[in-house]
């Protein structure tokens, strides 16, 4: 029943899109839940690997999946009707869209970071066919459904270690991993895709090309936004390609501080930061049981065992997404001076 709280955030704004549009004040009082989920988040109890043991994996675990993803598709689409709907005619009129398209961009995008890539996240590591396609399908509403390949392929094969992309370095900043991982994601799946299809440049076969899942990818996506511009308009197609960029966003953040400074792991420890936030657990579907995640990577969420063989971060993943993009000079000073203290210990 925890893992229920998962819906709390996706319904809110479901609710906010289906009672749309707003005016300014009712627009920016929308944002509220998220402020007080990260507020929530910064004071959540804590937890620790005694009084965490691992669920038996059942169907009702794989439904609270299913049923994000359905929220996701709803909210898509809700999103797309209301900037539709969006009046321009005026002043005063292009005041309040310009509004509550900086709402759309906060809610939908911090939504699609949750509903989306991380469900998707543990639905690309599943063996059921059709789980691995609904986790696709959910990436395909931010347009990155190349982070399937490099992540399976790239990330769990180089975990913490140089070679891997998404391992931020010891004193990296986010803004330097940003440009770095994002770049670094997709040339990783589309390098991959060549040497697994055996394609050279010189490859003029066309059934090659077409197996190509990088490339079937971006045909999608492409498509998907052609058909939002036709049906939707022009506004509507940007704030969806905008609500992506803020969920590939909160993604790599989430990825640049599960990992940052551990790329000279020794053997198996310090996979990963360890993080106790109870609400990080139960809200984002047991994404915060990293070490577990990377150790036994085919588990699903409620089975995979909550490690601590790692240092520990001191706030949960909503508060440290804002800590990080706010104020990353103190996030890095004080993640380094936690890393110190552990070495010294360890």
């Not at 507020?39 to 959540?44: G, K, P, Q």
């Not at 347009?143 to 370095?169: K, N």
């Not at 036709?230 to 940007?238: K, L, M, R």
Request: aromatic fraction near 14%; glycine fraction near 6%; charge should be positive.
């Amino acid at each position: 029943m925890k893992y229920l709280c998962s819906f709390i955030f996706p319904l809110c704004v479901l609710l906010f899109l289906y009672s749309g549009p707003h005016g300014v004040a009712a627009a920016l009082s929308w944002t509220l839940p998220l402020w007080l989920l990260c507020l929530a988040d910064r004071y959540s109890p804590k937890l620790n690997q005694a009084s965490n043991p691992p669920l038996k994996q059942t169907f009702w675990f794989d439904w609270i999946l299913v049923l994000l993803a359905m929220i996701q598709f709803v909210n898509i689409f809700l999103l797309l009707r209301y900037a539709a709907q969006l009046p321009w005619s005026s002043l005063s009129e292009t005041a309040v869209s310009i509004v509550n398209l900086i709402v759309l961009r906060i809610l939908v995008g911090t939504s699609s970071g949750s509903s989306a890539i991380i469900v998707a996240h543990e639905l690309i590591h599943r063996r059921q066919k059709i789980l691995r396609g609904l986790g696709h399908g959910l990436l395909y509403t931010v347009c990155y459904d190349h982070f399937a390949i490099a992540h399976l392929q790239g990330h769990h094969q180089q975990v913490a270690t140089p070679e891997d992309i998404s391992t931020a370095r010891l004193g990296e900043s986010f803004d330097s991993y940003w440009q770095r991982v994002v770049k670094g994601q997709f040339r990783y799946a589309w390098r991959y895709e060549m040497a697994r299809l055996g394609i050279v440049s010189q490859t003029r076969s066309m059934f090659l090309w077409a197996k190509n899942r990088v490339l079937q990818g971006i045909v999608i996506e492409a498509w998907l936004v052609v058909m939002i511009i036709v049906q939707f308009g022009w506004v509507a197609a940007f704030i969806f390609l905008y609500q992506a960029l803020a969920a590939v966003r909160l993604l790599e953040t989430i990825n640049y501080f599960q990992h940052w400074g551990l790329a000279d792991r020794q053997g198996d420890e310090e996979l990963a930061w360890v993080n106790r936030s109870w609400l990080t657990q139960y809200a984002l579907v047991g994404l915060s049981k990293h070490i577990g995640h990377h150790r036994h990577a085919g588990m699903a969420f409620p089975e995979t065992p909550y490690l601590e063989q790692g240092p520990v971060m001191p706030y949960g993943y909503f508060a440290t997404n804002l800590w990080v993009k706010w104020r990353n000079r103190s996030y890095q000073e004080t993640s380094a001076r936690v890393l110190s203290i552990y070495h010294h210990f360890w």
